[in-house]
């Protein structure tokens, strides 16, 4: 897939319901592409397009590529945040899609924004920059060392499609105002924006946003 790639489909864009993952072109009368997908939310774009593309391997190696499932090195514990990549077509899907099986900590969506913004190399998150011991001598931990996880081609295609999650996308009102804007000129921001409600009370809703910027460098 590209981020030109295509899917048709008919009823919401955000819920999935099994039969709407379903071709039909009678009924699927609408296509948006998987750029435009990242940018607007658009979850049953995404589903259907990991239903006809993405075999179960492939999802699992990618989200051990972006650290699911690793204990991420750091001054202090990060939680793991579980990945189950169901066999099913259809319920993988949804989970491509960003539905249930995958749990997801603040540090790591950080950690993960950052690998797109270094074209794919993966490098531990950091607080501490220096130890120094009382006679003066550099007591520093050695950092962990930075990794390719992702191909730059991947991670330079996926940071692309983050440009409009800022510029038209899900994001857009907090980066422009009402005559389109920018609140922070000449800087291009690349992110993705999220949203989970709680299904127990008090049923909080969650709304989630991860970037970095200057997006081109």
């Not at 001054?75 to 990945?83: G, K, L, Q």
Request: proline letters at 7%; charged letters at 20%; one cysteine or more.
């Amino acid at each position: 897939m590209t981020p030109s790639t295509r899917a048709c489909f008919s009823g919401g864009l955000h819920g999935i319901e099994d039969e709407m993952l379903t071709d039909d072109p009678a009924r699927d009368t609408r296509c948006e592409t998987l750029s435009a997908a990242v940018a607007q939310s658009y979850n049953l774009v995404i589903a259907k397009l990991a239903l006809q593309h993405l075999e179960q391997q492939s999802l699992v190696d990618i989200a051990h590529a972006l650290q699911f499932e690793a204990q991420i090195p750091f001054e202090y514990t990060i939680e793991r945040s579980p990945a189950h990549i169901p066999a099913d077509p259809i319920e993988r899907s949804k989970v491509a899609a960003g539905f249930w099986n995958v749990d997801l900590s603040p540090m790591h969506a950080a950690t993960m924004a950052s690998i797109f913004a270094r074209g794919g190399i993966y490098q531990p998150p950091h607080i501490i920059d220096q130890v120094v011991g009382p006679e003066g001598e550099d007591l520093t931990p050695a950092r962990a060392k930075p990794s390719r996880t992702l191909s730059a081609d991947t991670a330079l295609a996926v940071g692309e499609m983050m440009k409009a999650t800022t510029t038209v996308g899900t994001a857009s009102k907090s980066f422009t105002d009402g005559q389109g804007k920018p609140f922070i000129p000449d800087v291009v921001v690349a992110g993705k924006t999220g949203s989970l409600t709680g299904k127990r009370a008090p049923y909080l809703n969650y709304n989630w946003f991860i970037g970095y910027a200057p997006a081109d460098r």
